[in-house]
């Protein structure tokens, strides 16, 4: 197999005929997505940004930017490799950190805090696609809360950091939007490891199961282990992003039936 013929079979035809991901690719894309966590941290560093709450309520509206965008190629309303996963969050990587580097510039000069700056932007664009959401399955957003309400019980009374909490949510959000979707509406889970543990199982709810023991596990190690608390809090951040991010396109994309 030449390099060409391999490069077409495992990352040009999955995109094209919508096959989902492959082991091939798949670990591609988690070691860039390491390199690039690992970057942005480093660049948070040199801005002298914390992932705190201000620079959640900074790149958040910029996230909600890109799911629309992601979920607007799914629909047909755009079209183009640059918006199908992961080539637009790739794109977004490096779009949000110029707007962050930008406003963090601004800040000094303008003497407005670079959260608010990149906030306000992130609405501005964030609410020019709006127009574009289409709810055509309402059925499908009452299934997804329905699912959730034994987990918000649950982090409710349970004692655990609040971040830990909202990471947690955050990743059970994703694993029942995929539930839903799959059980309910016989949607195809893309990605590798999900559609193995949903096959080898036969049975979809088994993924929220997993799902829930990695990221509790991952977050104990953190808690314990972790010398460097900062750097553990960004971590928890991503992992707490990564959720947001595919749950929230698999709900969009399961309320508007694409």
Excluded at 150 to 163: A, H
Excluded at 229 to 257: A, P
């Amino acid at each position: 197999m030449t390099l060409s013929n391999f490069f077409q079979n495992y990352f040009v035809r999955p995109i094209d005929l919508k096959l989902g991901y492959n082991p091939v690719n798949t670990l591609f894309y988690s070691i860039l997505f390491v390199i690039f966590t690992y970057l942005v941290y480093e660049l948070l560093k040199k801005l002298k940004i914390k992932p705190d709450k201000r620079f959640i309520l900074a790149i958040i509206p910029w996230v909600v930017f890109g799911i629309i965008l992601r979920v607007m190629e799914d629909s047909g309303t755009v079209r183009g490799y640059l918006f199908i996963t992961p080539n637009i969050w790739l794109l977004f990587t490096f779009l949000i950190s110029f707007i962050l580097t930008i406003s963090k510039l601004l800040e000094k000069r303008i003497h407005t805090p670079y959260f608010k700056l990149m906030f306000l932007t992130g609405i501005i664009f964030t609410g020019l696609l709006l127009p574009f959401i289409r709810t055509r399955n309402f059925l499908g957003l009452i299934y997804t809360l329905i699912w959730l309400i034994p987990w918000v019980i649950f982090l409710k009374f349970v004692s655990w950091k609040s971040e830990n909490k909202l990471v947690l949510f955050s990743q059970l959000f994703d694993a029942t939007a995929t539930f839903v979707s799959i059980q309910y509406f016989n949607y195809f889970e893309q990605h590798v490891l999900p559609r193995t543990i949903i096959e080898l199982t036969n049975f979809p709810f088994s993924f929220v199961i997993v799902k829930f023991v990695i990221v509790v596990a991952t977050l104990k190690i953190l808690d314990r282990y972790s010398e460097d608390e900062e750097f553990s809090k960004y971590l928890k951040f991503v992992i707490g992003l990564l959720g947001f991010i595919t749950g929230s396109r698999d709900l969009l994309r399961l309320i508007m039936l694409v």
